[in-house]
């Protein structure tokens, strides 16, 4: 089956940096996602990767290691309202989206 | 950007009853339509994908008769839950892919149901 898995939880303080991984098991590989969801609304694009490598975009990054099937969302500089869900998904070669749990990140004071 | 518009917001209506949403790409045509159901701290459930013409491939567990979905033009997707109960209460949010062929998933803004 396809699978991927992220940390449920995470807690950091602000200011401060956290690193949310993302390993995924599916049929091909088309790209991955990360998405950023606060409650009770919808998610919001934050990256998408389908080289290996690291893409910064301000205090938001995201890397890919599609030999070790592995991404990571790290986010610089944690301010109170990055207290959100961060969702990663993958493509796979039906160009599905498979979607992670979710990493629910507190930021504290 | 590409930006998809849902409607309505949230909606309270009574058990037995059906509510359809609507999500319309404001400014680029959506090729296939994915149509998500959220129950609360859980991850996106997909329950059906549409592509305009032709009919939605519902996910296994998703009875297609409750969940009705039309994709009749490139810029509309409405989704219909008839007779619907407490059950049904959920997170509704769709996400609309363009004809670009890019992997950009634009989602509406999400529709909160509440059965009572």
């Known amino acids: 089956g396809q699978n991927i898995d992220q940390p449920t939880e995470m807690t950091a303080t602000e200011g401060a940096i956290v690193q949310i991984n993302c390993t995924y098991q599916?049929?091909?590989?088309?790209?991955l996602f990360w998405y950023q969801q606060h409650a009770g609304e919808a998610p919001t694009f934050l990256s998408y990767?389908?080289l290996d490598g690291l893409e910064e975009k301000g205090r938001f990054s995201s890397f890919l290691s599609r030999s070790d099937s592995y991404g990571y969302l790290l986010l610089q500089e944690l301010q109170m309202k990055d207290s959100a869900s961060y969702l990663c998904?993958?493509?796979?070669?039906?160009?599905?989206?498979?979607w992670g749990a979710g990493t629910k990140l507190i930021i504290k004071p | 950007g590409a930006v998809v518009s849902q409607h309505p917001s949230w909606v309270i209506c009574k058990s037995g009853t059906s509510v359809k949403i609507e999500c319309r790409s404001l400014?680029?045509?959506?090729?296939?339509m994915f149509w998500y159901r959220q129950f609360p701290k859980q991850s996106l459930m997909l329950m059906a994908t549409?592509?305009?013409?032709?009919?939605?491939?519902?996910e296994q567990g998703v009875e297609k008769d409750k969940f009705l979905i039309n994709h009749a033009s490139l810029t509309l997707s409405t989704l219909t839950v008839t007779s619907a109960h407490p059950e049904d209460s959920s997170f509704y949010i769709c996400?609309?892919?363009?004809?670009?062929?890019?992997?950009?998933?634009?989602f509406g803004s999400g529709t909160r149901l509440t059965v009572v």
């Open positions: 996400s609309a892919k363009g004809v670009q062929g890019d992997y950009g998933y634009t």
């Open positions: 400014d680029f045509q959506a090729t296939t």
């Open positions: 549409s592509n305009e013409g032709s009919k939605a491939t519902y």
């Open positions: 599916t049929s091909g590989f088309n790209g």
């Open positions: 990767n389908v």
């Open positions: 998904a993958v493509i796979d070669s039906n160009y599905q989206l498979i």
